[in-house]
């Protein structure tokens, strides 16, 4: 019994100790306010990186990045090449094999999507990756992870104006395809 009392109190001084702490931009280059992003961090460089999200005039398509040690956001969208339509509500894993956020789903306008793209952090590129069928329903608002092991961006759920969704699909990295695994 002690010694569950002892690994409870550990475990409760753990959490008081941890704190929110405001981040003040160095720099007055910043993303405009947004809604709806998705977010990943870059280990190699410590810094978030943003993409997209519902901003005052609509729905955007860059991606910032903040540098965690200096507190200076960058603007990474890049000026050429294809990228993906503006959107909320995406999902966003960190791919640490390839250094490249991998981005899918969300909405724009009345549209909803379930493409996939992958940011490189190194050369700021984006390339879409095209999955032949099966694929998951269009939809947002899902919730995804990265399998570390089988290196998968793994999903659930989400939503549409037919309804909600209830499955789990697995994105290869390797093989560049879906498969439901509900």
């Known amino acids: 019994m002690l010694k569950h009392l ?18 003040v931009p160095a720099s007055s280059a910043a993303p405009t306010p947004r809604t709806n992003a998705t977010a990943i ?16 005039s609509g729905d ?19 000026t050429t090449g294809n990228s993906p339509s503006p959107r909320r509500t995406p999902d966003g894993i960190y791919d640490s094999d390839t250094h490249s956020m991998i981005m899918w789903s969300g909405q724009t306008g009345g549209a909803v999507l379930n493409d996939i793209w992958a940011f ?3 050369t700021t590129s ?3 990756l095209t999955p032949t069928d099966p694929k998951p329903n269009t939809r947002y608002g899902t919730a995804s992870i990265l399998d570390p092991i089988d290196k ?3 999903t659930f759920a989400g939503f549409t ?14 093989s560049k395809s879906w498969t439901e695994v509900t």
């Open 60 to 78: 955007v398509s860059d991606v910032w990045a903040l540098d965690l040690n200096s507190d200076i956001w960058s603007d990474l969208t890049p």
């Open 120 to 122: 490189d952090l190194n």
């Open 6 to 23: 002892v690994l409870i109190l550990l475990f409760s001084e753990a959490l008081m100790a941890q704190e929110w702490i405001s981040i």
């Open 41 to 56: 961090y870059d280990p190699q460089n410590h810094r978030m990186v943003v993409f997209g999200g519902r901003g005052g």
């Open 161 to 174: 104006s037919s309804g909600r969704f209830n499955d789990s699909w697995r994105f290869s990295l390797a």
């Open 126 to 128: 984006w390339t879409e």
């Open 152 to 154: 998968d961006l793994v």
